[in-house]
């Protein structure tokens, strides 16, 4: 599975910034899919999931504020990210695995190389 994100950017607190996840190499409807980040100095943190039937998880720190879907027709992952915080600054990932899933980073075998978003006070 080859991944690529888009979308990434810098904005003000309280804003909003959706990213993109384009899939190839696998039946996309069959993956289990997340989003993960890594803030400078920081290790790796989950930060929602979704899984080949629908069902999605997510981090507490994002809970309300961050959609994550899947779009089947376009091979897309997709997060909608609002309410922005400062501490959402990070490199953010996509991630795929064709079985199960979670926030654990080590469920994923493909990756993407991230985007980067800035959030400022």
């Known amino acids: 599975v080859q991944l690529v994100e888009s979308g990434g950017g810098s904005v003000q607190a309280g804003g909003s910034l959706t990213l993109s996840c384009a899939a190839s190499?696998?039946?996309?409807?069959?993956?289990?899919m997340g989003w993960f980040r890594q803030a400078p100095g920081q290790s790796r943190e989950g930060v929602a999931y979704i899984r080949d039937y629908g069902s999605t998880g997510y981090a507490d720190s994002v809970k309300g504020r961050f959609t994550i879907s899947k779009d089947n027709a376009k091979d897309t992952l997709l997060l909608q990210m609002a309410s922005l915080k400062p501490e959402d600054t990070a490199m953010y990932y996509c991630?795929?695995?064709?079985?199960?899933?979670?926030?654990?980073?080590?469920?994923?075998?493909?990756w993407g190389q991230g985007t980067q978003v800035t959030v400022s006070s």
């Open positions: 190499g696998y039946t996309f409807s069959k993956l289990c």
């Open positions: 991630a795929a695995v064709s079985g199960y899933c979670n926030l654990n980073s080590a469920f994923y075998n493909a």
